[in-house]
T-cell receptor, first 107, second 116 residues
Framework: KNEVEQSPQNLTAQEGEFITINCSYS?????LHWLQQHPGGGIVSLFM???GKKKHGRLIATINIQEKHSSLHITASHPRDSAVYIC?????????FGTGTSLTVIP | KAGVTQTPRYLIKTRGQQVTLSCSPI?????VSWYQQTPGQGLQFLFE???????NKGNFPGRFSGRQFSNSRSEMNVSTLELGDSALYLC???????????????FGSGTQLSVL
């Protein structure tokens, strides 16, 4: 069993749609990361959150530490949001990653 | 501030050879961590260095090693390369240790290693 599970694995959306990506984890953590990876490899850290909700532009991340679950929402999706989104759980001496959600937003 | 710089960007090696990858962190960052990314296994944590000391290590064989210099630059070495070592190797930097627990990571663009 993977320490971090993400769903869905692949997602295709029409421009403007509301998108949700889910992440569940089994390890004990104090914060969870959401990462974005565009074709070509570069990874950008979108959020690090330990409780509640964080918002940056059209992106919203939520976490429930007790239920060990986090979600990443994209409102009014745009083709430039097409990327792989990865959730990551640091335990202090290890760093576990989800397998990623490949998002394609069609104009 | 300049971002995290990884060199080289691409590398082709043959089985049995060894390879050294370099990572220069953001100025002021003392932690450098390394990751392997493959289509089959996804992202996996290799190790973390802080103030020239290896703090944490992932589940990789001893062929994978690293070091960090006094200026926080880090190198990663893979000896006796195997076909399965073909991957994108990423490094990330942050100010503190305990990678990712208290702060965001800043990633480099990675080194794409192909082992033939």
């Amino acid at each position: 069993k993977n320490e971090v599970e993400q769903s869905p694995q692949n997602l295709t959306a029409q421009e403007g749609e509301f998108i949700t990506i889910n992440c569940s984890y089994s390890v004990g953590i104090s914060a969870l990361h959401w990462l974005q990876q565009h074709p070509g490899g570069g990874i950008v850290s979108l959020f690090m959150l330990s409780s509640g909700k964080k918002k940056h532009g059209r992106l919203i991340a939520t976490i429930n530490i007790q239920e060990k679950h986090s979600s990443l929402h994209i409102t009014a999706s745009h083709p430039r949001d097409s990327a792989v989104y990865i959730c990551a759980a640091p335990t202090g001496n290890q760093f576990y990653f989800g397998t990623g959600t490949s998002l394609t937003v069609i104009p | 501030k300049a971002g995290v710089t990884q060199t080289p960007r691409y590398l082709i090696k043959t089985r049995g050879q060894q390879v050294t990858l370099s990572c220069s962190p953001i100025s002021g960052h003392r932690s450098v961590s390394w990751y392997q990314q493959t289509p089959g296994q996804g992202l996996q944590f290799l190790f973390e260095y802080f103030s020239e000391t290896q703090r944490n290590k992932g589940n990789f064989p001893g062929r994978f090693s690293g070091r960090q210099f006094s200026n926080s630059r880090s190198e990663m070495n893979v000896s006796t390369l195997e076909l399965g070592d073909s991957a994108l190797y990423l490094c990330a930097s942050c100010e503190g240790h305990s990678v990712g627990v208290n702060e965001k990571l800043f990633f480099g663009s990675g080194t794409q290693l192909s082992v033939l």
